[in-house]
């Protein structure tokens, strides 16, 4: 029922809005039982209030031409009340709340985030104005970009760094807020392989609009050898490259000051995104613009001219430094 | 113009029942903070460290009897003795000067002692809880000695005696108010 | 000096009830434009994606002071205009309980509205939100003034709010004219005190949760900040606590408005008035037990959440009473479409399409992709635009020709209406679907690839459609003053006693205090009888002088303010002074009501 529900529902959308999507952080799409559960709730409310919207507005307007003043009419009958009526009108939405109270109920405690044994654990960390995911038993640390295997339940622990964000990946269920000093729960198992956009969804300063995240479900072997890549050591540099160069800089410059870098000793902060895999990620700026040497370039140059607000001071470095540091960046795969 | 209210009751003693149903819930937001980061300090001083039980006690003495004293107050200036109805009304600012005194002398010593509105959370919740209420009992004093000023220059008298009623509304108010900080800071640790 | 004098120090020494309605309603008025502009800058940034009308730091200005200006500068001191005008006319009183206390009322209002709009003369407008979520509020996260400005200007709004919630409440229950039993009031008058009742018991919450976050961020507590031991979500809590009541504090008198003009235009006494005024009553104390359906987000665990979430449907069964019950007395009447019945008939239609999406997120799990998208955004303005905006415009076109004597032209009227019902449905109906599509509310920008470009564009269109109608209203406004029909007492044929007395009326309201002997005392021949037309005033009736007092005690609320904005001691302690000596003196002057 829902499935065909659903149906109508898009086909309504899409002839309202006159849109073709596709939409990739729609929330009436869900991939996920968390997302699922949702979904067959607010659908039967949905109807319902389909339903009660119709009879509602429909006596309203039926009344409204039915009793227009016609000249020459004689004096409406003062009515002051109706005992019957009245328990009626008291009665009838209280019956629909009770098929609206269970259901809502039953999905309340379906979704209150526990996760089954066994699910994989990941940590969510929320920052001004990106999003840190661990995973503690794989000894992986990544930045805006969460892969997920399908099939398999996840629960995901999460804070935050400083105010509160919330985490929402539409196309996998619903929000939940991160707050500093404390750690909300979300529990799900993706069941369809892609990429599912998201964002903050808790207003958290300047550029809460730039504070985006993206969701990759793979196959099992895929989300394997993703975390195989992942705890592999820095790729290596050959001695004289650019890319050697471009260390150096690194590890000369402030970067040090804020970023985790495995294979620059020196880099062991965790202010800003761990960068010893930033290479293989596909953007930056927390899904901001594409992972390409020219936007590294400009980020790095000053990263607040793309992300308002943005906490990484401006790097000012000779032409050939920033050149040797975004290919050396590049090359962190 | 005085005319009959609907109620039967004086507008300016309604109102300031309704100020009171107010006060009420400022009262009790603060008071549930209290109580919310009860033991949630992460660094001392913690309250049994530094409340001084029996001290307080001779304040929270105080400021009940200056209740009474207000209530002697009031039927003074109902019958039209302003002679005693001076006495008490300068009784009962004293009262409350003698409970502010109090009250700084037990915020001082804590200051002393390391205990400030920056330290922790229970000195952040006790200072803005007594603190909110040192302000009310101010405002009371001020009040009354206002009151007790024009007795003196012979500007009160009983046709005032409801103005008096409403100051000791207020000033019975504060005081029960006190009397359950009293119990919930206090007393019960 | 008599209450119909004119001049400016008339105005600002007037303790008469009808000149401060006026008063508060210009400048609500004039409040509720410039709300409607930071709307529209807000809609033109969105109108399509990557837009870069506006920054985002402006952005979040624009934001946060639109929903805080609306809720607070507008629309709550609009209905407080139609208290101050209207209540005591209908109760048959000759002015509030407290005229000075009103005065007061409006002079912290207007101060107060002053001060948190300086902001922008400084850069520094509010940018945390109408809600101020900690610890996005704290020092660390919001080094400027501005979040100074919204939490001294909130305090001193409330004040406001505070003060003329005890004189209301007094007013209504004790100068009823004789035989005005309290189930003979006019629903309207009932809706206010209710309100009241809900303002005095919500705004000293607020008042301890910005006290608090005034300690945090000008004397380094924690009361908010886990680094010391505090808790953000404390915050919330006392936030929502004030905030789901503020809701019913703005859509309460928009209710009892509509409960007002339906009978009147339909020619039938309002169906079920019992029922209407308990319901009014019943979402009153109910509004008390849902706030923390604003955080089921936060994961408060699933028995919190069930249990807010059984008391938000809950409230549902009274607004659908009442819906019922305006349909009912639409039923069998001789309906008149003039302005004021349409925008009344346009509240139910929209509060019906407001509240139907508010029960799909008062259940959590669909809360939990609806909180904080354009479908809530939707939803709020279903209930506040389509609910209270609409209600407020009816009472205008109501109760207009009672303020000035002449009637708003009808033509006009009729635009404003059309166009603003197709604006107000162009704007927020797609809002509805951008937020099930994925987008966030409080964003300053979009990308194409959401899919909501379009939706996004017929919004803005909607917007600009309704800013339209505001200027045409304002038209009607203005060319009223000179070419309007003249009203006479009882254009419309109401019920109700402010309808037995001149347009405007004369400034002592009513020349023998009427006594009053059913629901409805001008449709009774009985009744009529009762109110003595033309007859000789049974004595002069005294009006009260003015008084500079109330002005002056409001002016030390702004004073102390900026000295605390400045940081100077000295200022704020001569605002103290100002205060105090304005008490003292407006207590002990020479003055009777």
Redesign the interface.
Do not use: D, P
């Given at each position: 029922m829902p499935r065909r529900h659903k149906r109508w529902l898009t086909t309504l959308l899409l002839s309202v809005t006159g849109c073709a999507g596709p939409f990739p952080q729609t929330t009436l799409a869900p991939k996920s039982d968390f997302g699922i559960a949702i979904d067959q709730l607010f659908t039967n409310i949905f109807w319902w209030a389909v339903a009660v919207f119709v009879v509602v507005e429909g006596l309203l307007l039926y009344a409204i031409i039915r009793f227009r003043a016609r000249p020459g009419a004689p004096p409406p009958k003062a009515t002051h009340g109706h005992t019957a009526l009245e328990i009626g009108w008291t009665l009838a939405p209280a019956v629909i709340l009770v098929f609206i109270a269970v259901p809502t109920i039953q999905t309340i405690f379906r979704t209150s985030g526990q996760a089954p044994d066994g699910a994989m654990q990941v940590e969510v960390i929320g920052h001004q104005w990106w999003w840190e995911f661990r995973y503690p038993d794989l000894g992986v640390v990544t930045a805006n970009e969460l892969h997920l295997p399908v099939g398999r339940p996840v629960a995901l622990a999460m804070t935050s760094a400083d105010v509160i964000h919330s985490y929402w990946a539409p196309g996998l269920g619903g929000k939940r807020d991160v707050i500093l000093g404390r750690t909300s729960r979300l529990a799900f198992t993706a069941d369809s392989i892609g990429t599912y956009y998201g964002q903050c969804a808790e207003f958290c300063g300047e550029s809460h609009a730039n504070m985006r995240l993206r969701v990759v479900v793979d196959s099992a072997s895929a989300f394997d050898a993703w975390v195989a890549r992942e705890q592999a050591g820095p790729a290596p540099i050959a001695p004289g490259s650019v890319e050697e160069k471009g260390r150096a800089v690194f590890a000369r410059s402030a970067c040090i000051a804020c970023h985790t870098m495995e294979d620059v000793p020196a880099a062991r902060a965790v202010i800003g995104p761990n960068l010893t895999h930033v290479g293989a990620r596909s953007m930056i700026g927390s899904e901001m613009v594409e992972n390409r040497p020219d936007h590294l370039a400009q980020w790095i140059a000053n990263s607040a001219a793309m992300k308002p607000g943005s906490k990484m001071p401006p790097m000012v470095l000779p032409p050939e430094d920033l050149t040797a540091l975004v290919a050396y960046l590049r090359s962190r795969q | 113009?005085t005319h009959a209210?609907?109620?039967g009751?004086d507008?300016r003693k309604?109102?300031f029942w309704?100020?009171i149903?107010?006060?009420c819930?400022?009262f009790?937001?603060?008071i549930s903070?209290y109580l919310?980061?009860k033991g949630?300090?992460?660094v001392g001083p913690y309250p049994p460290e530094i409340l001084d039980i029996p001290f307080t006690s001779f304040s929270t003495f105080d400021l009940l009897m200056s209740s009474l004293w207000m209530v002697l107050a009031l039927a003074a200036v109902q019958r039209g003795d302003m002679k005693w109805a001076k006495v008490w009304l300068f009784g009962t600012a004293l009262g409350g000067l003698i409970f502010l005194g109090g009250q700084v002398y037990e915020f001082s010593s804590f200051v002393h002692e390391g205990l400030t509105?920056?330290r922790?959370?229970f000195g952040?919740?006790f200072f803005?809880l007594t603190g909110?209420h040192g302000a009310h009992v101010t405002v009371g004093v001020?009040w009354l000695l206002?009151l007790w000023v024009r007795a003196l220059q012979g500007k009160l008298g009983p046709e005032h005696a409801m103005t008096v009623e409403i100051t000791g509304l207020y000033w019975h108010f504060v005081d029960v108010v006190w009397i359950v900080i009293f119990t919930l800071v206090y007393l019960i640790q | 000096m008599s209450a119909s004098a004119t001049g400016l120090r008339s105005w600002l020494t007037t303790t008469d009830h009808k000149r401060i309605g006026l008063l508060y309603f210009w400048t609500a008025f004039v409040f509720f434009l410039v709300g409607g502009l930071e709307a529209l800058v807000i809609r033109a940034q969105l109108a399509g994606p990557n837009g870069t009308l506006v920054s985002a730091e402006a952005f979040n200005q624009l934001f946060t002071m639109h929903a805080t200006t609306m809720v607070f500068l507008a629309l709550m001191p609009l209905t407080a205009a139609f208290f101050n005008y209207i209540v005591p006319l209908q109760i048959g009183a000759r002015d509030v309980a407290f005229p000075r206390l009103n005065a007061f009322s409006y002079w912290v209002f207007l101060l107060g509205g002053l001060f948190m709009n300086a902001s922008f003369l400084f850069g520094a407008a509010p940018d945390g939100g109408w809600f101020g979520y900690a610890n996005l509020t704290s020092k660390q996260y919001s080094p400027g003034l501005n979040i100074d400005f919204w939490l001294l200007g909130l305090q001193i709004l409330g004040i406001a709010s505070l003060a003329a919630g005890f004189n209301f409440i007094v007013t209504i229950l004790n100068l009823r004219a004789p035989g005005l039993k309290m189930m003979r009031l006019p629903v309207f008058t009932w809706m206010v005190l209710v309100t009241q009742f809900l303002i005095i018991t919500a705004f000293p919450v607020i008042t301890v949760a910005l006290v608090l976050l005034m300690f945090d961020r000008f004397f380094g507590t924690s009361f908010y900040l886990p680094a010391g031991g505090g808790n953000p979500v404390l915050w919330q809590h006392l936030f929502w606590i004030f905030g789901h009541p503020e809701v019913y504090i703005l859509i309460l008198p928009a209710m009892g408005i509509v409960s007002e003009v339906l009978p009147t235009f339909s020619r039938k006494p309002l169906f079920g008035y019992t029922v209407v005024v308990y319901s009014g009553v019943l979402i009153g104390f109910m509004g008390w037990g849902v706030w923390s359906h604003h955080m089921f987000s936060v994961g408060l665990g699933p028995i919190a959440d069930s249990f807010f979430a059984a008391t938000t449907l809950l409230i549902a069964i009274p607004t659908g009473v009442k819906i019922f019950n305006w349909i009912a007395t639409l039923w069998g009447g001789q309906i008149r479409f003039a302005a004021a019945m349409k925008f009344a008939l346009g509240f139910i239609a929209m509060f019906i399409i407001g509240g139907l999406s508010g029960v799909s997120h008062a259940a959590p799990p669909a809360d939990l992709q609806q909180t904080d998208t354009y479908y809530v955004v939707a939803h709020i303005h279903y209930v506040l635009f389509g609910g209270t905006v609409f209600g407020l415009f009816a009472g205008m076109y109501y109760w207009w020709p009672k303020m000035t004597g002449r009637l708003l032209d009808e033509r006009l009227g009729n635009w404003h209406f059309w166009l603003t019902f197709i604006g107000m449905n162009l704007a927020f109906f797609p809002m509805h679907f951008i937020g099930l599509l994925g987008m966030p509310r409080r964003i300053y920008t979009y990308g194409p690839e959401l899919g909501v470009s379009t939706m996004n564009l017929v919004s803005t269109i909607g917007a600009f459609l309704i800013g339209i109608a505001a200027l045409i209203f304002v038209y009607n406004m203005w060319r009223t003053r000179r070419h309007g029909a003249v009203a006479g007492d009882d254009p419309w044929g109401g019920a109700t006693l402010e309808w037995s007395i001149s347009s405007p009326p004369p400034p002592h309201n009513f020349d023998v205090i009427p006594t009053v002997a059913s629901r409805l005392p001008r449709w009774s021949a009985t009744q009529l009888k009762a109110i003595p037309e033309g007859a000789e005033t049974a004595a002069p009736v005294h009006v009260p002088a003015g008084s500079w007092w109330p002005l002056i005690a409001a002016s030390s609320l702004p004073i102390m303010a900026t000295g605390a904005i400045g940081r100077m001691l000295p200022v704020v302690l001569a605002g103290v002074a100002i205060l105090i000596v304005g008490i003292y003196r407006w207590a002990y002057e020479p003055f009777e009501a």
């Open positions: - | 113009m209210t609907s109620l009751l507008s309604l109102a309704t100020f149903g107010s006060e819930l400022l009790g937001s603060l903070t919310i980061y949630k300090s992460l509105l920056q922790n959370i952040a919740t803005v909110c001020i206002t | -």
